[in-house]
């Protein structure tokens, strides 16, 4: 399997799941997932130091990243994207930097588990879409952080021409994109985004220190 010319290789990782999330219990079912989710990566260190990783599953969910070879140390650039159900998201050729990426991360790692929604996620596909987007970016009246936590796009430039929300209930995740005026869905499950957006933020994290160290 190739992803932007990179041969995968499936592997099992593990990631420390905390006991409780801003002081109230992580969701029991959310756990089983995140623990046994296989993911496909691949890891190769260049003579100047470049990592080229994918997490998670294209086929399903997936964030792929790279660094440049001159990366510029703490700034790292390079590139990143989605993958979601074999689709690319996000304009991974044309490059950023992965430390403005890094900072978006947290704020959709403190939602993970909280995007749960009755009403909503028995809405159809564009009536969904219109409902969130209308309430973040239109002249809806509601409290814009009581929606934030649907929309999972790093508020980079590479995702700018993209807008993705997702809606989940305790047996399936929807992903709803738009581009191009085109809106799209995917469908995948329960806590597989989360998983994979919490160990992306872990490795990049990792790499910003050991700059941030040098």
Known sequence: MKIHGTVLVQTVEYI????????????VELLRN?????L??????GNKGGVSMIIGKPSRFAVEF???DKYGGAWLFGKFCYW???????????????RDILAC?????HDNGNRRHHELFLM???ELYKKI??????????????????EIKPLVDVFDDWKIYLVENDEETRIITQNQDCIREYKISPGEFDYAIRLAYNKLNDLYEKEENV
């Open 124 to 126: 159809e596909t564009e």
């Open 34 to 38: 995140w623990i046994l989710f296989p």
């Open 66 to 68: 790279e660094l440049n």
């Open 105 to 109: 991360m947290p704020w959709m790692i």
């Open 40 to 45: 496909l990566y691949e890891e190769r260190l």
């Open 133 to 150: 987007d209308n309430a973040l970016y239109g002249d809806g009246d509601s409290a814009e952080e009581e929606w934030a936590r649907f």
């Open 84 to 98: 979601i159900c074999d689709v690319c998201i996000g304009k991974y050729e044309d490059g950023t930097t992965l």
């Open 16 to 27: 420390d799941i905390p006991e409780t999330t801003q002081g109230q219990p992580v969701v």
